[in-house]
């Protein structure tokens, strides 16, 4: 048994126990004066992208060293980027939201004579993108979506001087499908107008053989204020088909962080001759949310399909658009 008096000296200690904490921790965790206007911490999702953009210029560094045989310079900045864009999209048709997510990276290799990129990118599911009348891989979840996502891997060759670039590489699917694509662009930019045209010839494995044309014509109306116009053409051997569309857009500048976009488009398609498909109209709003690197974007559109009679059917898209890369490191 302990005796009252060691009772009392153990209450007493109990009782006088904050007392001695709060004085530990007065003199433990007061900063000094040095420390006391010190920055906040960072945000995680702030380290997150700053994190993510220096190891895409250290891969891109690494990368570039091994092909060339030459050390990068370390003050050396990379322009690789990897852009990352996920979203809802609400339409009439669905009684449940459906999503979407897309990305792409570029690693820019200086040292092969800035000739070679190395492209990772998502598939659409179409070789014609003349075909599609909304987001491209719309699942029933954002998730979904990039579970399901295709993806392919190439090395791409730039000749600046004739306008050529040829990709050559394999689309990760199963079984795995090898491509090669080979494009050429001409254009010429003169006062407020400009102009360009594309070809391109592409083989994969296993979806067979095409080829794409387009030309397209472009005015600045005022230095906020942009128009365009273009017709595209694909032809898809192993499907016998031809895909056509002609675009309309309107660009405008409404100030450093909110753009407004304006597009109409006409969609045909057919064996021998070009038949109507339908017709859509869409304004894109896009706001930069932070900086120059997190874009928010919001799609409202309404496409007309000669299936259903030409009514029209509303659907919204939200999205986020992430950009990653040395370049965005300020």
């Known amino acids: 048994m302990m005796s009252n008096k060691g009772q009392k000296a153990v209450t007493f200690l109990i009782a006088c126990w904050p007392l001695f904490a709060f004085s530990e921790a007065s003199v433990v965790d007061t900063p000094p004066e040095s420390t006391k206007h010190e920055k906040p911490e960072t945000p995680w999702w702030l380290d997150s992208h700053e994190s993510l953009s220096k190891t895409i210029g250290d891969w891109s560094k690494s990368i570039d060293s091994f092909l060339s045989g030459k050390k990068s310079q370390s003050e050396q900045r990379s322009d690789s980027y990897l852009k990352i864009r996920f979203g809802s999209v609400l339409s009439e048709e669905e009684s449940k939201r459906s999503g979407f997510f897309e990305f792409q990276a570029k690693l820019k290799l200086p040292n092969t ?12 599911d179409s070789l014609a993108p003349e075909s599609l009348k909304g987001e491209s891989a719309q699942q029933n979840s954002v998730v979904n979506s990039a579970l399901k996502s295709n993806v392919s891997a190439a090395v791409r060759y730039i000749k600046e001087d004739i306008g050529l670039d040829v990709d ?6 199963f079984p795995l499908d090898p491509f090669i694509r080979l494009r050429l662009k001409q254009g010429q930019v003169q006062d407020r107008f400009e102009w360009w ?11 067979g053989i095409g080829a794409r044309y387009g030309v397209g014509l472009g005015y600045v109306i005022s230095p906020k204020l942009n128009f365009s116009s273009d017709f595209g053409v694909t032809w898809l051997d192993k499907e016998g088909m031809f895909y056509a569309r002609e675009n309309f857009a309107f660009q405008h ?12 488009s006409f969609l045909q398609s057919g064996e021998h001759s070009f038949e109507p498909d339908s017709f859509l109209y869409n304004v894109q709003y896009e706001r930069l949310l932070y900086k120059d690197w997190l874009v928010g974007q919001v799609k409202p559109q309404f496409t007309h399909e000669a299936d259903n009679d030409y009514d029209g059917t509303f659907s919204l898209t939200l999205s986020l658009a992430i950009l990653l890369g040395p370049q965005y490191l300020h």
């Open 253 to 264: 500048q409404v100030n450093d962080k909110n753009r407004l976009g304006y597009q109409l």
């Open 113 to 124: 004579q800035d000739r070679l990129r190395l492209i990772i990118e998502s598939e659409r």
């Open 168 to 173: 050559t590489g394999i689309r990760v699917d």
């Open 197 to 207: 045209q594309r070809q391109e010839a592409f083989a994969y494995y296993s979806k």
